[in-house]
C-alpha cells in the first residue's frame, strides 16, 4: 500500500542539494553578546541629617548605599534576606530592613542610622538602657536592635496594632508580650533578650516587672 504522504524524487532531490548547501557554508563563530553598562539613576538622601546626593547603580540596596558609598558601617549586613533584622534603620520614622529595599525607592526621603542616634559623649536613651541592662553581647546585631528598639516604642505609642492584640479596635498596651512580638524580627544569636526588653522597658519608663502581668 502506497503511503498517504507521497514524497517526489524532486523533492527528495531539492531537500538534499539544501543540506549540502547548508554543510558547505563557512562557519560563523557566534559573537558573545555585548554587555550593557549598568544602570545608573542619582538619588538624594537625607542621612542623619545631612544631604547627600549619590549616583548609584539602580540595583544598590539601601544598606550597600550606607555601608559602601558612605562608609556608615554602623549598619550590618546579617543575612541579606530580611530575616535577621541586623540591617534594621529608620526611614521616615518608621523600621525597615534596608537589604531589602533599593536606594533608590527613598529619593527624599530621611533615614537614621545608628550613628545618627547619639554619640559616645552623648548617647541615645536606648543606647544608654542597652548598656546599662546589658542588652547586648558581641554586639553584631545591636544596631538593628536599637533602631527597632527606638521605632517600636513610637509604634505603640501612635497606637499601630499588632498580631497579639486582643481587640484592634484598641490602643496596644506596652506588655513585655507586646514588646516581644514586635521585636520578633530582630535576631541575637547570644539570646540577650531579656535584657533588652529591660531596657525598652527602661526608656518607656515601666517596671518589666509590671509588663509581665
Do not use: W
Request: hydrophobic share 35%.
Amino acid at each position: 500500500m502506497m503511503s498517504e504522504i507521497e514524497i517526489s524524487r524532486r523533492g527528495v532531490l531539492a531537500g538534499s542539494a539544501a543540506a549540502a548547501a547548508i554543510a558547505a557554508a563557512p562557519h560563523v563563530e557566534a559573537q558573545p553578546a555585548k554587555a550593557l553598562p549598568p544602570a545608573t539613576m542619582p538619588v538624594s538622601l537625607t542621612i542623619n541629617g545631612k544631604r547627600r546626593d549619590l549616583t548609584l547603580d539602580t540595583r544598590t540596596t539601601l544598606l550597600d548605599t550606607l555601608r559602601e558609598h558612605l562608609q556608615l558601617t554602623g549598619t550590618k549586613k546579617g543575612c541579606d534576606h530580611g530575616q535577621c533584622g541586623a540591617c534594621t534603620v529608620i526611614v521616615n520614622g518608621e523600621r525597615i530592613n534596608s537589604c531589602l529595599s533599593l536606594a533608590v525607592q527613598h529619593q527624599g526621603d530621611e533615614v537614621t542610622t545608628i550613628e545618627g542616634l547619639g554619640t559616645p559623649d552623648k548617647l541615645h536613651p536606648m543606647q544608654a538602657a542597652f548598656v546599662r541592662h546589658d542588652g547586648y553581647q558581641c554586639g553584631y546585631c545591636t544596631p538593628g536592635q536599637i533602631c527597632s528598639a527606638i521605632a517600636v516604642l513610637d509604634e505603640i505609642k501612635r497606637g499601630d496594632p499588632s498580631h497579639v492584640q486582643a481587640d484592634l479596635t484598641q490602643r496596644p498596651q506596652l506588655t513585655s508580650l507586646e514588646m516581644r512580638e514586635r521585636m520578633s524580627g530582630n535576631i541575637c544569636r547570644c539570646g540577650a533578650y531579656s535584657n533588652i526588653a529591660e531596657a525598652m522597658a527602661d526608656v518607656a519608663g515601666v517596671d518589666v516587672k509590671e509588663m509581665e502581668a
